[in-house]
């Protein structure tokens, strides 16, 4: 809490500090009962160590000390000779009892000088019979001494000093803090004020549960002047403070944080509402925060009227729950996607009001690195982006989906155990649409295939009618980009199959195919190489011919892989029967166009004199057979899958 304390006064908010001060010591008064209560018991199971004792865990929860070590205080207790006691942590112990009590008499200061100086004047008497270590022996009479709480006897302890400490801070709490307006500290408020506060709680109310435990969301509101000033707390994290004035219509947001990427977030929040931010300036504090410079943003927003204030306000307090451990979220969530889209997903969790903490209680990115190992055959390796496996949208989709189900289902206060087989399944489902989405990846390769053989015959036609070279140039150049388009679904396919059950099949399949637009790709290219002057008509139309039939047989093999869809699909007859019609189309085509090669090359050695024109030609068209054979190649690959599949 004294973090916030400098980050008010560093923004020039003193008139929150004073309640900010009052809810510190009082959480201070806790933590030192339990302390107190800590010694006692430990000093008792010294004494009495065959008799069961507790280990206090839920009262140091309850107060909100993290630190579990404190639960070994007790059971570690020993007598350490004469009247001495060996106790764990004793120098932690009253370091943190004197460090409340610090806090405790602060709130009092501004407020009544000479009680305070008493009240000082006391703990400084008392302090000094406080051990100098943790490690030397704590007598028994100290523990009584210190916890000592009976009046009359004309004997003082840190005990009493505490006691006292809490009457006058429950005293200055009723001067400054007189009401409750649903959930938010108030004093010193005009009439007016109160529907200003009750909106911006009612946002705060309304997404609070997603915060699922964490600390945060405080809320102190006062009037300074002429203006409404509200205080939220967001988290415990130094430097990271919301305050809302409200002045007339005009609503004024003063946000500072210590991760500019949550800052730029959280001004992302409001685009309902067109509020003009200044720009972001970097400070560093005149008191030392976790970190040297925090950053700071004003957001200025002119409502129409008083309704429009108060929706304004409603939709701010509404927003800080989604600000609570963003930055370790988004952290997590770059495991997978990387860091624009993490941030997109957190945007989209804001904005269905789903959060992600709940995808932090859950186990964060171990939630999915166990859905994955589960899901697939062999498991994602830490840092392996998702998005390369899925892709980008459905591993986006997935993703949300992961959110949304860990808050719906903490919310609902669904099993841990349960919400994470629901994470698996929908996981399993994405794998099992995997092999569609590598077939998927198939037909889109002989897509490519077809339109660069549709090129190669429409160049044969221009080379054969003398049409201008640099067209036949521009369609090799298209011919290249498209084989270029086919490589990369090939290194995507194998990226995918890394994480499917037996993926030699489609390895084999695109790899395969991919050498029929190589080959088409190349036959383009020499295209390119034939004389303009070139008048073979009947070597033209040979090679027109052949390649009218490559064209066909790259049709028929896309026929293939769209019938296999379907019968993996349905595992119907009649689909097979499709299938097998394709196959033998690919084969009749394949047949033809060896008898087409050899009507080629014979008019090619009857009709051409030129030595190079004839090299040329001949690499055309046995380029153009070349993929007319691994057409066929690829076709008995599916085919034999498909069937070999019926028996498994």
Not at 304 to 318: E, M, N, Y
Not at 498 to 512: D, V
Request: contains cysteine; charged residues 25%; negative net charge.
């Amino acid at each position: 809490m004294a973090e916030k304390r400098d980050i008010l006064h560093e923004l020039g908010e003193d008139e929150l500090l004073l309640p900010t001060l009052v809810n510190a010591a009082l959480k201070a008064n806790d933590r030192i009962k339990y302390l107190f209560t800590l010694l006692q018991a430990a000093k008792n199971h010294a004494d009495n160590p065959d008799q069961s004792h507790s280990n206090l865990r839920a009262e140091r929860e309850s107060v909100g000390i993290i630190d579990p070590d404190f639960d070994t205080v007790v059971g570690g207790a020993t007598k350490a000779g004469g009247k001495g006691y060996a106790i764990p942590l004793t120098g932690q112990i009253f370091q943190d009892i004197s460090t409340a009590i610090e806090e405790m008499i602060s709130p009092l200061i501004s407020q009544n000088p000479a009680e305070v100086n008493r009240f000082n004047d006391r703990f400084t008497r008392l302090r000094m019979s406080l051990p100098s270590s943790g490690e030397e022996p704590v007598s028994g009479e100290l523990i009584n001494d210190i916890t000592l709480a009976e009046k009359g006897r004309g004997t003082d302890s840190l005990h009493l000093l505490v006691m006292d400490l809490h009457k006058a801070i429950n005293l200055l709490q009723t001067q400054i803090a007189n009401e409750d307006i649903d959930g938010a500290l108030g004093y010193l408020l005009a009439d007016s004020d109160r529907e200003m506060v009750r909106a911006f709680m009612t946002g705060v109310t309304r997404t609070a549960p997603l915060k699922f435990g964490h600390p945060g969301l405080g809320t102190i509101a006062t009037r300074a002047g002429d203006k409404l000033v509200i205080q939220n707390d967001i988290g415990l994290t130094d430097a990271h403070v919301l305050v809302v004035t409200v002045k007339d219509q005009t609503v004024t947001i003063t946000y500072t944080d210590i991760h500019l990427p949550r800052l730029h977030f959280f001004q992302s929040l409001f685009h309902p509402f067109p509020v003009q931010w200044s720009d972001t300036i970097s400070r560093t504090p005149g008191k030392k925060f976790e970190v040297p410079v925090y950053h700071l943003s004003v957001g200025t927003y002119i409502a129409r009227d008083a309704k429009d204030a108060r929706d304004f306000l409603t939709h701010a307090g509404s927003r800080i729950v989604f600000l609570i451990d963003w930055n370790r979220a988004r952290k997590r969530l770059r495991n997978f996607v990387p860091n624009a889209d993490a941030i997109e997903i957190l945007s989209s969790a804001a904005e269905e009001e789903t959060g992600h903490i709940a995808f932090l209680e859950l186990g964060g990115e171990r939630l999915i690195y166990e859905a994955l190992e589960l899901a697939s055959s062999i498991p994602l390796r830490y840092g392996e982006p998702l998005h390369e496996i899925l892709g980008r949208e459905q591993t986006m989709e997935y993703l949300q989906f992961v959110l949304r189900t860990a808050s719906k289902g903490l919310l609902a206060n669904t099993s841990h155990f349960l919400l994470q087989n629901e994470i698996r399944a929908e996981l399993l489902r994405y794998f099992r649409t995997a092999h569609e989405g590598m077939m998927d990846l198939c037909e889109e390769h002989a897509s490519y295939s077809i339109e660069i053989a549709s090129i190669v015959l429409e160049s044969l036609w221009l080379a054969s009618d003398h049409i201008d070279p640099l067209v036949i140039s521009r369609n090799a150049a298209r011919g290249k980009e498209w084989e270029h388009n086919a490589d990369d679904l090939v290194n995507r396919m194998r990226n995918l199959s890394q994480r499917i059950q037996n993926p030699e099949f489609f390895i084999t399949l695109i790899a395969t195919a991919d050498d029929v637009a190589d080959y088409l790709e190349e036959a383009g290219f020499f295209i390119t190489l034939i004389p303009v002057h070139s008048d073979s008509k009947d070597i033209f139309f040979e090679l027109r011919n052949l390649a009218e039939l490559v064209l066909k047989g790259c049709r028929g093999y896309l026929k293939i892989l769209i019938a296999a869809q379907e019968f993996h699909s349905t595992s119907q007859r009649e689909d097979l029967k499709d299938l097998l019609t394709a196959v033998d189309e690919v084969f009749s085509v394949e047949r033809l166009c060896d008898e087409s090669l050899r009507r080629t090359e014979r008019v090619i050695f009857e009709q051409c004199t030129d030595f190079k024109e004839f090299q040329l030609y001949l690499e055309i068209a046995r380029t153009l057979e070349e993929a007319s054979n691994t057409l066929l190649k690829v076709a008995f690959h599916v085919r034999d899958y498909m069937i070999e599949s019926m028996n498994r």
